[in-house]
């Protein structure tokens, strides 16, 4: 009854690989969300995404591309893995209005690059 | 552009007092505040959030937070700290007039709560 998942739990790659972590919830929400939490601990969106809009942080290189084949799953793919790609990544989810829902966190992705 | 801030990167308390974790925030319009907390190893679990109404929020494990508007500042509080109360705490705000990739929500830096016994 997981109510948003990720795999892998954990990641080890080269550099220069392609990789992907998946992310399904179960909630029937209508947005999804990829954050990147740094070895500090700071938390940043990356993408949020529903079914009519993308919306990205600039600061996202173009090697990061969300991928959702259906509402219930936003994928995360990474082309050509740099060392600073390595964090914790992080997918959540919300219904409802876009300023006031609620975000529920996925257990996160730990990526080691290598 | 929204901004949050949490000062303390670290909170101790012994069990049984009360604790404060601090939160300040900037916006241009109304803010959407809201607090997590993180276990380790764990993603983060929502605790309670303020839209507007009654400043004083209540939310899960007992914890509440008091909206202050003047002193723009969002303050996570318990009456009573439990060991299990230790974990990794994130203040987040939402600007109700941002638009485009600005109207995402904007973690702090987290603030480390441990709770001694």
């Known amino acids: 009854d997981t109510a948003v998942s990720q795999t892998p739990k954990y990641l080890v790659t080269q550099m220069g690989n392609d990789k992907s972590i998946k992310c399904e919830q179960n909630?029937?929400?209508?947005?999804m969300y990829w954050y990147k939490q740094d070895s500090k601990k700071f938390l940043k969106i990356m993408f949020s995404?529903?079914?009519?809009?993308?919306?990205i942080n600039e600061t996202v290189p173009n090697r990061f591309s969300p991928k959702s084949p259906d509402k219930a799953h936003l994928n995360l793919h990474i082309n050509s893995l740099e060392l600073g790609d390595s964090a914790v990544y992080f997918c959540?989810?919300?219904?409802?209005?876009?300023?006031?829902?609620?975000?529920?966190f996925g257990p996160g992705t730990r990526l080691t690059v290598l | 552009a929204q901004s949050v801030a949490q000062p303390e990167d670290q909170v101790n308390v012994a069990e049984g007092n009360p604790l404060t974790v601090k939160c300040t925030y900037s916006?241009?319009?109304?803010?959407?505040l809201f607090w997590y907390v993180q276990y380790p190893n764990r993603g983060l679990q929502f605790l309670l959030k303020?839209?507007?109404?009654?400043?004083l929020v209540k939310g899960s494990y007992g914890f509440e937070a008091e909206f202050n508007k003047s002193q723009t500042s969002f303050h996570l509080k318990k009456p009573s700290a439990l060991v299990s109360d230790s974990a990794l705490y994130f203040c987040?705000?939402?600007?109700?007039?941002?638009?485009?990739?600005?109207?995402?929500?904007?973690f702090g830096s987290g603030t480390q709560l441990t709770v001694l016994p």
């Open positions: 303020y839209i507007t109404g009654d400043n």
């Open positions: 987040a705000v939402r600007d109700s007039i941002s638009s485009g990739s600005a109207r995402q929500l904007t």
């Open positions: 995404y529903n079914n009519k809009e993308l919306i």
């Open positions: 959540a989810s919300s219904q409802g209005t876009p300023r006031t829902d609620t975000q529920y």
């Open positions: 909630l029937g929400h209508d947005t």
């Open positions: 916006v241009s319009g109304n803010p959407y």
